[in-house]
């Protein structure tokens, strides 16, 4: 008769299952919790910029190549045939520089928000299969755009110090409008991404927004031209709520020092608009981000 195994040599305990989650709610947790997942932070930025210029002809040249050529396009379309470029309000400043000098906020925003907004579909394996704060997904694309914007800057400071513009004191304020830009990307990418789990139109949709936004947004043009315009007072108004109005003209002013560039009260609507975005969108993020996985 063959007895059953003694207890000595019975099969050890399995170890115990290890499940890993949020440590705490709120915002302070929120911030300790993307502080410690900081190397995965960095981890996708670095893999989101090296697969951006991965097996292309001219590699990061394209942050040179996409404002060069989008402010060339303004430059003929508003300069020359709706002589934007004649507006009294610039002063002597060129009307390229202008545009450049709202291109570059304009991309960053724009590429940003391209990138957050399919942030989360595009890491669908992680999603589903490991716990990280998903917060840093839309954030990390968001900010890896700065590369691109460090390169198309540098090319602008050239441009003005070729034509006889030294930065003034003003040059201090660009790191803040900066920023508002980034909270604007980050705060629209927030919704967007959280969004597109659910609703894949998203992709089809955004090319469509951002392409409109780059006409009601004054790339080409000053603000002032649409507040002392004849247009009716709600499509004023509409245009001030825009949220790269204060940043694009924070730009011209802090970078060229376009006079009566920064209206005051337009630019406090403005950026109060851009908070106001930011924060929906990550209180949205939060609130959908337990579905993603089971969705994705």
């Known amino acids: 008769m063959i007895s059953g195994p003694s207890s000595s040599q019975a099969k050890p305990d399995a170890p115990p299952e290890a499940v890993i989650q949020p440590q705490g709610s709120g915002l302070w947790a929120e911030f300790s919790e993307l502080w410690r997942y900081r190397e995965l932070f960095w981890t996708l930025m670095a893999r989101s910029i090296l697969v951006r210029y991965k097996q292309t ?25 709706a002589k934007f470029g004649e507006d009294p309000a610039a002063g002597e400043v060129p009307y390229f520089l202008l545009v450049f000098a709202g291109v570059l906020p304009w991309q960053l925003f724009s590429t ?30 968001c900010l890896t755009t700065l590369l691109d914007f460090l390169i198309a800057f540098a ?41 597109n789990v659910h609703y894949r139109d998203i992709r089809h949709i955004l090319p469509f927004m951002i392409q409109m936004m780059i006409y009601i947004s004054p790339v080409g043009y000053l603000s002032s031209k649409v507040y002392g315009s004849t247009l009716p007072g709600y499509l004023k108004t509409l245009f001030i709520l825009n949220p790269m109005v204060a940043v694009i003209d924070g730009f011209r002013w802090s970078l060229l020092g376009v006079p009566g560039a920064l209206d005051p009260i337009a630019f406090a609507v403005s950026a109060g608009m851009v908070l106001l975005i930011f924060i929906s969108g990550y209180l949205f993020f939060r609130k959908m981000m337990d579905t993603f996985a089971d969705v994705i």
């Open 155 to 195: 090319l602008f400071i050239i441009l003005m110090l070729g034509f006889g513009f030294m930065p003034s004191w003003r040059l201090v304020f660009l790191p803040g409008f900066l920023g508002i830009a980034l909270l604007a990307a980050m705060g629209a990418g927030f919704w967007l991404s959280a969004l």
């Open 57 to 81: 002809l001219v590699g990061v040249l394209w942050a040179l190549i996409r404002p060069l050529f989008t402010m060339i396009i303004f430059t003929l379309l508003f300069g020359q045939l």
């Open 112 to 141: 940003s928000l391209t990138g957050s907004a399919g942030s989360v579909v595009a890491n669908a394996g992680m999603v589903s299969k490991i716990y990280f704060p998903r917060t840093i997904l839309p954030a990390s694309a």
